[in-house]
């Protein structure tokens, strides 16, 4: 069995009041625009703390005021060495322009109720993240 080889990532869940922000964005393996959480791969020397304040700023544009830890999760352990670490973001405020990389040139932000936003997420560690998120 074949077994891939991943670097652990953070998956953020940056509450504004009474929404969440998403990202709207193609990928390789879903036939339409999927909508997630900002997230993105642990960089070497980086903390999973330090890579959440960066994807949201890099994706989002934007900084937290304040960050709690949700927990953390296997995102494909039958195939995958991925460990998630998920964050609440809190306290948002505009940092700047999002920067997404180069292959995330369609990104496009956005914010969603909480009420119903389990029903527009479209990827499994989304899901699971409001899952920790909703534990309280």
């Known amino acids: 069995m074949t077994v891939l080889e991943k670097p652990d990532s ?6 504004d009041r009474s929404e969440i922000v998403v990202v709207r964005q193609s ?11 900002p997230a993105g791969s642990i960089e070497d020397g980086e903390s999973p703390e330090e890579t959440a304040a960066r994807e949201l700023l890099e ?12 927990g953390s999760f296997w995102a494909a352990p039958d195939y995958a060495t991925e460990y998630v670490h998920a964050f609440e ?13 180069q292959d995330e040139e369609d990104l496009e932000v ?8 389990i029903a527009e997420l479209s990827d499994a560690n989304s899901l699971a993240a409001v899952a920790l998120w909703m534990q309280g």
């Open 10 to 15: 953070v998956i953020v869940v940056a509450v």
């Open 27 to 37: 990928r390789a393996g879903a036939s339409a625009v999927t909508v997630e959480l």
């Open 59 to 70: 994706e989002c544009g934007l900084a937290a005021g304040a960050w709690r830890p949700l």
């Open 89 to 101: 973001a809190t306290e948002l405020v505009q940092a700047g322009a999002a920067s997404p990389k």
């Open 110 to 117: 956005d914010r969603l109720p909480l009420r119903g936003v």
